[in-house]
């Protein structure tokens, strides 16, 4: 990853008190970094930690304890009205598009409000501003005063990014943005983030259960199962060499004969036992379901801390591996989307 980090999350735990003396650990030790320009996939099955992380960076929950340094700044000990000035540099764009938009609102005032939220313009400004985001995403002055009820979903979610982008952020967090459109939309949806990436600048924390969308969009990708990051690094070498036996198990999970299926079908579905996750846990979370710890005892006793296996590649695992069945199974996932901008000579997918 970058030097210069945009964003160093360090060491970062939050558990949830859920009643009755159970915890759920919903974040359990989590490091990363995100570098200017640059694209962090997260990625792991429901309930693996992935929003929490989400929510601690943008300051919606506090942390227990670790760091979060945003431009050099740690958020963690900000009060309210100090995070508010970040928040012009840290923006976000959430999964339901109608949802996360007040309906009685026009795409005017919605997005707009940023801007008058920190005090940026007068009004004469702030509408030309206003026309300018939406032309940036692909909306003409015809939504004006449209409200979300008359817009389709990936119109929304093009006035959300429209919103995200209007205080000139470095750093947008994408809570599976994209999940909740249609495959054909989701395409143009994410080729509009490459575009405004391209042309802002911007670094993306984007979080996804979608592999193909990950492959797609992302430069880095860091893998979560039960509250922690078990393997991490540059987007093409975890696609093909995958280390860890959770990862392993994703990419197995692909079928290999038709590309256009297995894009429908690649989503992280919850391990079999991640429901009642026991409170207190030693050794490897995931060892009940490797299929090279199982019976391994230094997986029963040791938690593997997440180490480089091979340069910036890392995985917190005792018995880190690649085998062959599972990079065939990596290079069936599309490394572009039906409809996608991204026809280079890795195109695996045909026009829908
Ligand atoms: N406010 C809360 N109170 C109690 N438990 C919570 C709370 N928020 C999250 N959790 C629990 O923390 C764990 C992680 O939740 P989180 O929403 O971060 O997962 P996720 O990876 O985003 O899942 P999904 O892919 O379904 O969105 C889950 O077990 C969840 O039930
Ligand atoms: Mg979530």
Do not use: W
């Amino acid at each position: 990853m970058s030097t210069a980090a945009l964003l160093q999350v360090d060491g970062i735990h939050k558990h949830f008190d859920v009643g009755h003396g159970a915890v759920v650990r919903a974040v359990d030790g989590v490091s990363f970094s995100v570098g200017a320009g640059e694209t962090l996939g997260l990625v792991g099955e429901s309930g693996s930690g992935k929003s929490t992380v989400a929510h601690s960076v943008l300051g919606l929950t506090k942390v227990d304890s670790g760091t979060i340094e945003f431009e050099g700044l740690d958020l963690t000990g900000l009060r309210r009205n100090e995070l508010r000035g970040v928040r012009r540099s840290l923006t976000a764009v959430f999964q339901d598009p109608s949802g996360s938009l007040n309906r009685r609102r026009t795409v005017a005032a919605i997005v707009a409000a940023p801007l008058v939220a920190h005090g940026i313009g007068d009004r004469k400004a702030r509408r030309a501003r206003v026309l300018e985001l939406l032309e940036h995403v692909g909306l003409g002055p015809e939504f004006l005063g449209r409200r979300p009820s008359e817009m389709s979903g990936g119109q929304c979610q093009r006035v959300a990014m429209a919103r995200a982008l209007a205080t000139g952020p470095s750093l947008v967090v994408l809570d599976e943005a994209v999940s909740s459109l249609d495959v054909s939309i989701q395409a143009q949806v994410l080729n509009l983030l490459r575009k405004l990436q391209r042309e802002n600048d911007l670094a993306y924390l984007f979080i996804s259960h979608d592999l193909a969308v990950v492959r797609f969009l992302c430069t880095q990708v860091a893998v979560m199962y039960r509250g922690r990051i078990v393997e991490t690094g540059p987007r093409e070498i975890v696609f093909s060499r995958p280390l860890h036996p959770y990862t392993h198990s994703l990419m197995r999970a692909i079928p290999l004969v038709d590309p256009v299926r297995a894009r429908e079908q690649i989503s992280v579905t919850p391990a079999r036992d991640a429901i009642d996750m026991p409170t207190v846990e030693v050794g490897c979370r995931f060892r009940t379901l490797c299929p090279v710890g199982r019976d391994q005892e230094i997986c029963r006793t040791v938690d593997p801390e997440l180490k480089p296996i091979e340069r910036d590649h890392a995985a917190a695992c005792h018995f880190p591996q690649v085998d062959e069945a599972a990079v065939v199974a990596a290079g069936s996932i599309p490394a572009s989307l039906p409809g996608s901008d991204d026809a280079g000579d890795n195109r695996l997918v045909p026009d829908v």
